[in-house]
C-alpha cells in the first residue's frame, strides 16, 4: 500500500515561510507526478501545485503564483512545497497526492489516488 506523509505544518506568522515536505513509500516515486492540495475550514479541497515525475514542468494555483514552489527529489523519494509570504487565506489542511496515472501532470483531484493525511499550516496575524 502506497503511503504519503506530509510535515512541515505549523504556526507562522502573515509574510512568513513554511517549508512542507511528503515522505513517500511503496511506489516507484520517480514514475509518478505529485501535487500538492489544501483545504481551509468550511471550504472544498483546492490545488494548489503540481509536478511531473522529472520536475521538468510545474503548474501552480493563481493564488499561490509567485509565492510558493513545488519540487522534488526522486533520491529520496520526497515531495516539496516552499510557501513564502504566508497569509491567512493560506490557513488550510495541506495534503500531498499522487497522480493515478504514470508521468502524468494534472490539476484535477480525481487524477490521484492515494492521498496523505494532511498537515495543517496556520497563519496568523
Known amino acids: 500500500q502506497v503511503q504519503l506523509v506530509e510535515s512541515g505544518g505549523g504556526l507562522v506568522q502573515a509574510g512568513g515561510s513554511l517549508r512542507l515536505s511528503c515522505a513517500a513509500s511503496?511506489?516507484?516515486?520517480?514514475?509518478?507526478?505529485m501535487g500538492w492540495f489544501r483545504q481551509a475550514p468550511g471550504k472544498e479541497r483546492e490545488f494548489v501545485a503540481a509536478v511531473t515525475w522529472g520536475s521538468g514542468t510545474t503548474y501552480s494555483a493563481d493564488s499561490v503564483k509567485g509565492r510558493f514552489a513545488i519540487s522534488r527529489d526522486n533520491a529520496k523519494n520526497t515531495l516539496y512545497l516552499q510557501m513564502n509570504s504566508l497569509n491567512i487565506e493560506d490557513t488550510a489542511l495541506y495534503y500531498c497526492?499522487?497522480?493515478?496515472?504514470?508521468?502524468?501532470?494534472?490539476?484535477?483531484?480525481?487524477?490521484?489516488?492515494?492521498w496523505g493525511q494532511g498537515t495543517q499550516v496556520t497563519v496568523s496575524s
Open positions: 511503496r511506489l516507484t516515486f520517480r514514475s509518478y507526478g
Open positions: 497526492a499522487k497522480t493515478k496515472s504514470s508521468y502524468s501532470i494534472t490539476r484535477e483531484e480525481d487524477d490521484y489516488d492515494y
